[in-house]
């Protein structure tokens, strides 16, 4: 009957333990600042084309705020939202993700993240633009960052590029861009992409995981 028992709870702590091993962990706050900017691998199905057409690891990117004392990420993903930390995190299997900040730390004082806040306002609930039009009544993701940032303090985080600057030869991007224009590839549209923002060389590593 011992035996029985010990096989019961060694069975129970090695599930618990294999349970553990699926769980994000716990995500340090600590240092972090709002406005700072985040980056990760998209999972969506456009996701390894933007890669391709920008040589970047990176693509989504988001800008932290806190709120009612929780992290989220400010984001266009399915649309214009507030995405708590964690959960944003988790969605990459790896967890993995890389923070940046402005260099000049002095554009971050609070009344320049209420202005980031202000201007994040306006944009909440907008749809997602798959199409990476430069116009305020769709976004996505690197347009939104990069706009708030613009409206709020007048700092421009990352180039803007027209389409047909990026690397459009492999036949995964050839076969994105056909499956949302057809024939009609608009290469002379502004787009900033995540990578962009990311090589910004206003912005400086804050930590990365």
């Not at 998209?42 to 992290?71: C, E, F, P």
Request: hydrophobic share 40%; net charge positive.
């Amino acid at each position: 009957m011992k035996r029985r028992s010990l096989i019961i709870f060694l069975t129970c702590i090695a599930c618990c333990a294999l349970v553990a091993s699926f769980l994000p962990k716990a995500v340090s706050t600590d240092g972090l600042r709002q406005g700072d900017i985040i980056f990760q691998v998209s999972r969506s199905g456009q996701s390894t084309a933007i890669q391709l057409a920008t040589h970047s690891k990176y693509s989504h990117v988001g800008m932290l705020m806190r709120q009612d004392n929780r992290w989220y990420v400010y984001e266009a993903e399915r649309g214009v939202e507030l995405t708590d930390l964690q959960e944003w995190i988790a969605r990459d299997p790896q967890h993995h993700y890389v923070i940046k900040r402005l260099k000049q730390n002095d554009l971050l004082t609070p009344a320049a993240i209420a202005k980031l806040k202000n201007e994040g306002r306006k944009f909440l609930g907008r749809p997602y633009d798959p199409y990476f039009r430069w116009s305020d009544d769709e976004m996505y993701c690197s347009e939104l960052v990069w706009k708030t940032y613009k409206n709020a303090l007048g700092v421009e985080v990352g180039k803007l590029r027209k389409l047909k600057d990026f690397d459009l030869t492999s036949p995964t991007v050839k076969r994105q861009l056909a499956l949302r224009y057809g024939d009609k590839v608009p290469l002379d549209s502004t787009v900033v992409s995540p990578a962009d923002v990311f090589d910004s060389p206003i912005l400086c590593l804050v930590k990365t995981e």
